[in-house]
């Protein structure tokens, strides 16, 4: 029996994804980054999946840095990879998988992490069937909120088109801008919230408050099962702020919601969006 090459493999994997429900933005970048692997391996004269080794991978990986590529943006690209070759495992196309230890590029750890759209989306892809996790992590993406500040929401500071976080620790009360897809999620919870006489938004099946911890450690599941496992709910946080700012968004709109005391703590993560400078908009984005 022949052996398929990759070429003839990609759709067949790409339909999978289209099955399992994952999202039109995914599924194309996924499609781009695994034509650019086979395009790499052809060219090396290995079109069969039996022919590849890790080195191969690795070469791939490296030779994307020496095209300028961010290390977080190859990394991404092998987590495509890495999807792709479990596939092949799973359908019985290969006996061993040889991305299975190709390590990712070192990310400067110094700098705050953040997802990017297709990361982001790619989350909320695989927590779609929890309704009361997906409206946790649409609040922090859509305001900023820290998690602690999410797990203290009490119903009555939950507003069409804001939210008030009242004054805790060193905190001052602060209204955040609320739009359309944090309103909407945190509606679809609403409606299947149980039955409970805690005044916090957020409970537990038995109608007690939500924990910090269980919050934390439902969305490390959720970016595990992304393949995203680098990224913790902190970096939700960030992310608010990166699209914020690269979306035009001035620094005191964006300090304000995210409850910096210093403008200057805001505008560190100019250099994070790569911008030079604030833009002028005042309505957070929707992401």
């Known amino acids: 029996m022949n052996e398929n090459t990759y070429k003839q493999l990609l759709p067949k994997f ?30 090396h004269n290995k079109p069969l999946p039996s022919q590849t080794l890790s080195t191969d991978i690795e070469g791939f990986r490296d030779y994307l840095l020496s095209q300028k590529y961010t290390p977080k943006s190859a990394s991404r690209k092998l987590n495509a990879i890495k999807t792709f070759f479990r596939w092949l495992i799973d359908n019985k196309h290969i006996s061993t998988d040889p991305s299975r230890d190709v390590s990712h590029p070192k990310i ?22 929890d309704t009361r996790i997906a409206a946790i992590i649409e609040l922090i993406l859509q305001t900023g909120m820290r998690i602690s500040e999410v797990a203290n929401l009490k119903s009555d500071n939950f507003k069409k088109d804001r939210v008030v976080i009242e004054a805790y620790a060193t905190q001052s009360t602060r209204e955040i801008q609320l739009n359309k897809a944090a309103y909407e999620a945190s509606q679809s919870y609403l409606k299947i919230r149980p039955k409970s006489d805690s005044k916090y938004l957020f409970v537990s099946k038995n109608g007690k408050p939500l924990a910090v911890r269980n919050i934390r450690a439902a969305i490390d599941r959720y970016m595990q099962k992304a393949e995203i496992p680098q990224y913790s ?55």
Request: no cysteine; net charge positive.
């Open 14 to 43: 790409i339909e999978s994804l289209k099955e399992k429900g994952r999202s039109p933005s995914t599924v194309l970048a996924y499609n781009s980054d695994l034509e650019q692997l086979i395009e790499y391996l052809t060219k």
């Open 108 to 129: 400067d750890s110094s700098m705050p992490k953040f997802l990017s759209q297709l990361e982001f989306r790619a989350l909320r892809d695989v927590v779609r069937g």
């Open 233 to 287: 709910v902190n970096d939700l946080r960030t992310t608010f702020i990166v699209e914020n700012l690269k979306r035009g968004i001035d620094l005191v709109t964006i300090s304000q919601a995210s409850g910096h005391k210093r403008l200057s703590t805001t505008e560190r993560y100019l250099e994070l969006a790569g911008k030079k400078e604030s833009g002028k908009g005042q309505v957070l984005q929707e992401l």
